[in-house]
């Protein structure tokens, strides 16, 4: 029962390099969600998906693209990464109701 | 702008105390106030309310609601390190959409 995954769970970057984070889900969630976590702010909403083949922006979504092909997996990419973008990446998946299930986060650093 | 806020920010009490956590909320199409627990990793469930006035209890841990006064409390009685964390308020609000708007947090310190 693995719940929600997420990968890698450390990466240190570059300015201008560009990777992807995997989420994986194996509860059937409908609703997936990548946020970010930084010190004094709170978790914000970058991006979310209410089903398979959907996405739509949050909070703070510039700077990053997503894509949900499949029910159990939503990816975040950073297409060229900057500094203000080094923060802890959470994913969460939820049913219609209910609460959500997390991931154990991805630190991210972007030097 | 809808905002969730939290207080106090900080808190440093020694086991056995009881605790007070403050959540309060402007968010338009509100649905549901959620309360979670953030250790080292993931943040962990803990209360989802949607009506006023009832409490939700799991052991030592209550929450309630006032929905006219737009604010949540949390309660933790004879604390234990163990209840160290961050905990989390965050409101669900929209439609079909399920977002969830969070506070930045209380950090919660119990000293032995």
């Known amino acids: 029962n693995a719940g929600v995954t997420q990968t890698p769970k450390f990466r240190v970057l570059k300015t201008g390099q560009s990777m992807t984070l995997l989420c994986a889900q194996d509860?059937?969630?409908?609703?997936m969600y990548w946020y970010r976590q930084d010190p004094g702010m709170g978790l914000r909403l970058i991006h979310y998906?209410?089903?398979?083949?959907?996405?739509a922006k949050g909070e703070v979504p510039d700077g990053y693209n997503v894509s949900r092909l499949k029910k159990q997996n939503f990816l975040l990419g950073l297409e060229s990464a900057a500094p203000s973008q080094t923060s802890v990446y959470f994913c969460?998946?939820?049913?219609?109701?209910?609460?959500?299930?997390f991931g154990d986060g991805t630190r991210l650093s972007i030097l | 702008e809808d905002k969730v806020v939290q207080s106090p920010l900080s808190l440093v009490v020694h086991e056995g105390d009881t605790v007070t956590l403050n959540c309060s909320y402007e968010v338009t199409n509100f649905r549901s106030l959620l309360w979670y627990k953030q250790e080292k990793k993931a943040p962990t469930f803990l209360f989802m309310l949607t009506s006023s006035g009832i409490e939700k209890k799991s052991g030592r841990l209550s929450s309630i609601l006032d929905k006219k006064e737009l604010f949540s409390i949390l309660n933790i009685t004879a604390t234990q390190t163990g209840d160290s964390a961050v905990y989390l308020c965050a409101v669900r609000y929209g439609g079909a959409t399920n977002k969830l708007i969070f506070g930045t947090g209380t950090l919660l310190a119990v000293q032995p």
């Open positions: 509860m059937n969630h409908e609703y």
């Open positions: 969460a998946s939820s049913p219609s109701t209910g609460s959500g299930h």
């Open positions: 998906s209410v089903g398979e083949g959907t996405t």
